[in-house]
């Protein structure tokens, strides 16, 4: 099988993440942060580790602002209930995924910033959103659906002159993209583990800056400050209760090691240039339509497209049956991005490139993509 | 027998202090259990170091932004760990 779903998740991991899981498992599975033997602060100072390795990967200089989730949803979700109500306004962009879109709708105001047919937003759009009761901006560094990148820093200038926080949501782009949470101006980030960080399943993080204040949603034990009904007011107890995935974290190092030895800036470019392979050869087959910035420099390695006429679900269903490659059909829990690309009837078919995907896989792609399109326009012809 | 115990509440904070002790001054510094009779009542981390270069572990702290809660000297007397807080 061919795996072309690296937005979803990273199915491959670096071999030292394997041996790392298995070895942490056995090693240091007892309850980090609870008592003082042997074992248990040994899974913590190996879950440290791994910190500083996140933490160097995002130019982040005090460790105790992450805080461990099992996925990039928990992280927006803690983020979003924990500093808005029903009070506040918050900003977001068309091309947000439902993990941000969800929460900010059942807790707050929000106003929208439009996308173009290419999944870009105007930054000078939001100027006319800001509102008295506004609080927050909160940006995907890159669309789920098309892999657009949207100009972050540009979005906390404008934040920032308005006195107002900014969220980034780096589910697709940690640790496959530049990162820099001083230099990028921002104040909160949620990321994934699990895809471009190449982490096992159960990882994710929430990285808070030394200006916000947080509440913490869910609450419990965190191994400090037992005594109290109250929840620690400090980082990252506060926001971090309940047992934590520790061979999971700790398996998290080998990966985040792996790519701050190769640089997120040339993975980034890699997955790039494997994207724009992939869409210069579609644009020789005449009944396909692909979706975003094209092969412009502000995408990363994740390209939306469909066969003029056919169903996204089922162009990706006989991807897999009939060609052996793993694509995802539909809309990829971002309706309000298909709306702005144009695809919102359709869907769209997404083919996803990560850390070890070659060119030859985006040949193959084309390839099945090109005889798919020959059948399904003989077909429509009665041919 | 004399230590000194930095209270620091998060594990995280500990393993910080630890960490940067041991890196910038070789200090012999351990994350422990807070003891019962300076914890507030509850479990938190601190951290055993030597009382000798107080003046030194406060300047890494300093330097590294490393927020901790107290110092306590913690002494045997008569077989017993004793603890007195330092202002
Ligand atoms: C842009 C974006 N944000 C958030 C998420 C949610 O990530 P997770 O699956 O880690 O919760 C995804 C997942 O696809 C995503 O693409």
Known sequence: MLYLDNA?????????????????????????????????????????????????????????????????????????????????HVIITQMEHNSVLRPVNKTCRYSVIKA???????????????????????????SNVCGTIMPISKISEIAHKNGLLFMVDAAQTAGCLPIDVEKDGIDLMAFSGHKGLMT?????????????SI??????????MSESLVQPDFLPDMLQSGTLNAPAIIAAKESADLILKETPEAIGA???????????????????????????KDRNGTVAFNIRGMDSVMCAQILN??????????????????????SEKTGAVRASFGYFNTSHDADKLTDAIYRISKHYKHKKNGV | MSNLIVTAGSVTTAI????????????????????????????????????????????????KKIRVRKFYIEELVNGERVYSALS
């Open chain 2, 16 to 63: 910080r202090l630890e960490k940067q002790l041991n890196y910038a001054g070789d200090l012999n510094a351990a994350v422990i259990h807070t003891p019962p009779a300076i914890s507030t009542g509850g479990c938190s981390y601190s951290v055993r170091t030597s009382p000798d270069k107080l003046s030194l572990i406060k300047q890494i702290m300093s330097n």
């Open chain 1, 200 to 212: 096992p399943m159960g990882v994710g993080g929430l990285y808070v800056g030394d200006n916000v």
């Open chain 1, 8 to 88: 979803a998740t990273s199915l491959k991991k670096p071999p030292g993440v394997y041996l790392s899981m298995m070895k942490n498992t056995i090693a240091n599975s007892a309850n980090s942060g609870r008592g003082g033997h042997f074992y248990s602060l040994r899974a913590t100072k190996k879950i440290y580790e791994t910190t500083e390795s996140i933490c160097k990967l995002f130019n982040i200089d005090s460790i105790e602002r992450i805080a461990y989730t099992q996925n990039a949803t928990y992280a927006l979700n803690m983020a979003i209930l924990g500093t808005l109500d029903k009070n506040s």
């Open chain 1, 215 to 224: 509440n913490p949603v869910i609450t419990g034990g965190t191994g400090s």
């Open chain 1, 116 to 142: 173009d047919r290419h999944g870009r937003i105007r930054p000078a759009d939001i100027l006319n959103l800001i509102r008295p009761d506004t609080k927050m901006i909160i940006s995907t560094h890159a």
């Open chain 1, 321 to 342: 049956d009939e060609y052996k490659i793993c694509t995802r059909g539909g809309w990829h829990c971002a309706y309000p991005a298909h709306c702005a690309l144009g």
């Open chain 1, 270 to 296: 890699k997955e790039h240039e494997l994207a724009v392979r992939l869409i210069n050869n579609l644009m020789n087959i005449d009944n396909v339509i692909i979706y975003g910035v094209g092969n412009d």
